[in-house]
């Protein structure tokens, strides 16, 4: 029997009013639309689609950084077991010990007027975590070491440093508070290949040494097959395929997924104009399509995907997927 | 095929607070008409000042070095970009001989005028055509890059359109004055990778209907592989190696090729490890002496690395490193 999830998000769907018509029902923009998705402890997750698929929002969601509008995220670490939808004031600032998020841009995500040292400390000062100024600065020495930043330097500010370093602040940041849930969103998406690799393992690193579990969301397919053990592919709000990273890599199901992975530049010259090529763009999530949202660009679309709308079916163990042809298109 | 540029000794400085920059330092190459070169190298590496020294579009503060030559060879003869001093005389080049796709379309368009106003404007600067002719002109490269109803966006504004459907204007407007250079900076590295497919493959059938060269700047090695003839390997303001495309992909001779390679995650080896390249790219105001790469390389072979800059070396008929490896002189030392 697979381990009770840490993170579980049942038929999750987050809408965002939009300023609409004086006529009629505000229209509203389905961000994430009845996501259901377990995330084991000690998982390194993977969430990929492209840029509006919803994924940060889901991401956000699962931190309660987004509003809930159907559904529910639960939490149960052993420790204490939280409905993110109904959650109280006492409880959510608990919460936000327990999850954190690393942000894209390290440029932005540090203060310039801060040093090194008050960004990390932030956390513990905000949620009152440490009793004293001596028992905060070995907090943050022994989480700045953790992430290899070099001590001495805790006293400079944050020009100083450059990204790939930068990036480790931020993930120093966010570990002080001894959390349990990372959500990693686009955090290596900035970097150089020569830096992304050494944060890559350095994420990698302590998720084993202090037993995190990560949702990593990225739009890069090679990077989260490296790094992530499990793989859940977005689209226009919806997930269509879920997998482990290895299954989802061999045996890709759904059209949506596989054109994601053919588009993916081949490193081999020879290897050109192999790639099945999408047509046309992701469509508005404010006027998405009628049945499957990714009718529109599939090259596999009957009638039936124009009307009615795949649920997420097993296509082996631990790999869903939401199409109506998968099984015929399976070879 | 027909040489269209020649880059000798580029070097170039910026003047700043905190002293002297050196940015571009001692770089050459060339380019065929039709040719594509990807110019390759990490933020910071100078491939972005480089490709803009080609139209001496550079900030006030920039110094060029005495040596530097830069030849573009037009149907008219040949023009020496250096000697260009105003506005008027770089007309020939910029937006004329060379044209420049950004790599943010959002921020290369002006907001408050329309996609097509901004079309027809160049045209009729570097055209003879009327405004009428440079309308259909534009509504039909618009077309021609898969935009539909090309009428309808030529009157819409950037914000109207979508990135990808940005950077197909972007480039649209770049080709329209048939330029015999393009200068692609970074134009996919905004966008989704199935978009990213579709731009590339755009730019293929383009140069090979329009026989224009272009320089391809980018970070990514993978795009690289699909769309260059060439390669070019940049860091710290130098070239460290230059060759065939599958030369350089299959059998990268310089260190700094080699660890970007073994730092690039792909899909053919998912379980490989990432191997990251030590350390960190030096600030441009420390760069290192010798050979720029020296503080970083995994396979220094002795002091000399530190002390003198390495000659290009040749590795192959058409692939040379400049790296003290290959020097035969050296290893007797």
Redesign the interface.
Same mark, same amino acid.
């Given at each position: 029997m697979s381990p009770k999830p840490l993170v579980t998000a049942q038929n999750l769907s987050v809408h965002y009013a939009l300023r609409g018509g004086l006529i009629g029902p505000a229209p509203f923009v389905r961000a994430v639309e009845d996501v259901s998705l377990e995330i084991a402890p000690g998982s390194f997750f993977g969430l990929v689609g492209?840029?509006g698929s919803g994924k940060t929002t889901l991401g956000r969601a699962m931190l309660r950084a987004a509003p809930i509008s159907k559904g529910d995220v639960l939490f149960d670490d052993g420790e204490v077991a939280y409905s993110l939808k109904n959650l109280g004031k006492k409880d959510l600032k608990d919460y936000r010990k327990r999850a954190q998020l690393i942000f894209q841009d390290p440029y932005a995500a540090l203060s310039p007027r801060m040093t090194v040292r008050d960004i990390i400390a932030e956390p513990l000062d905000v949620m009152g975590l440490t009793n004293s100024r001596a028992e905060t600065d070995d907090r943050v020495r022994e989480i700045a070491a953790k992430c290899r930043l070099n001590v001495e330097h805790l006293r400079r500010f944050p020009h100083a440093f450059?990204?790939?370093?930068r990036q480790r602040i931020s993930i120093a940041r966010a570990l002080v508070s001894g959390p349990k849930f990372i959500v990693a969103d686009e955090s290596v998406a900035a970097l150089?290949?020569? $830096?992304?690799?050494?944060v890559?393992?350095l994420l990698k690193a302590i998720q084993k040494e202090m037993g995190l579990t990560f949702l990593f969301i990225s739009?890069?397919?090679?990077?989260v097959?490296?790094v992530c053990d499990h793989v859940a592919v977005m689209y226009l709000g919806r997930l269509v395929e879920t997998a482990p990273?290895?299954t989802l890599?061999d045996r890709p199901r759904h059209p949506y997924t596989r054109?994601? #992975?053919s588009? $993916?530049?081949?490193? +081999?010259? +020879?290897?050109?104009?192999k790639?099945q090529? #999408?047509?046309g763009? $992701?469509p508005s999530p404010t006027n998405p399509p009628p049945g499957c949202k990714f009718q529109t660009r599939c090259p596999h679309a009957i009638d039936r995907c124009r009307v009615e709308e795949p649920a997420l079916e097993s296509a082996g163990t631990e790999h869903n997927v939401a199409c109506h042809r998968w099984q015929e298109l399976a070879d | 095929m027909s040489r269209l540029i020649d880059v000798e000794n580029l070097t170039l400085q910026f003047d700043t607070d905190e002293g002297r920059i050196t940015a571009v330092d001692n770089v050459s190459f060339s380019l065929e008409a039709g040719e594509v070169m990807g110019l390759v190298g990490e933020s910071g590496s100078g491939k972005s000042v480089t490709a803009k020294s080609l139209m001496k579009l550079n900030p006030r503060n920039a110094v060029y070095g005495p040596d530097t030559k830069i030849t573009l060879h037009l149907d008219d003869g040949p023009v020496d970009v250096m000697s260009l001093q105003n506005d008027r005389e770089m007309k020939v080049v910029r937006g004329g001989a060379i044209s420049l796709i950004f790599q943010e379309p959002m921020a290369s368009f002006a907001p408050a005028i329309s996609i097509g106003d901004q079309m027809v404007e160049q045209l009729l600067i570097h055209t003879s055509f009327s405004k009428t002719q440079a309308k259909e002109l534009s509504i039909e490269m618009l077309d021609r890059v898969g935009i539909s109803d090309p009428r309808t966006r030529f009157g819409q504004y950037a914000f109207e359109l979508s990135g990808g459907m940005r950077q197909r204007a972007m480039i649209a407007m770049a080709l329209s004055t048939k330029p015999k250079l393009l200068i692609a900076d970074e134009p996919t590295t905004a966008l989704d990778v199935t978009i990213q497919a579709q731009v590339i493959d755009l730019m293929k059938d383009l140069v090979s209907e329009f026989g224009m060269g272009i320089i391809f700047i980018t970070h990514d090695l993978g795009v690289i592989a699909q769309t260059a003839d060439k390669v070019a390997v940049m860091y710290l303001g130098r070239l460290v190696e230059q060759g065939t495309v599958r030369d350089v992909i299959r059998r990268p001779a310089h260190p700094y090729t080699r660890g970007l390679l073994a730092a690039l995650p792909t899909l053919d080896d998912i379980d490989a490890p990432l191997t990251p390249i030590p350390g960190d790219i030096p600030s441009p105001l420390e760069r290192p002496p010798g050979c720029v790469y020296n503080t970083r390389c995994q396979e220094v072979v002795g002091p000399r690395c530190a002390l003198q800059v390495p000659e290009f070396f040749q590795v192959d008929a058409d692939h040379s490193a400049a790296c003290h490896i290959y020097d035969p002189e050296g290893s007797k030392a």
């Open positions: 492209e840029s450059s990204g790939g370093q150089d290949v020569s $830096i992304q690799a050494d890559l393992n739009h890069d397919l090679s990077v097959a490296h990273t290895r890599f054109a994601l #992975l588009a $993916i530049p081949s490193l +081999d010259p +020879d290897d050109r104009g790639a090529k #999408l047509e763009e $992701i | -």
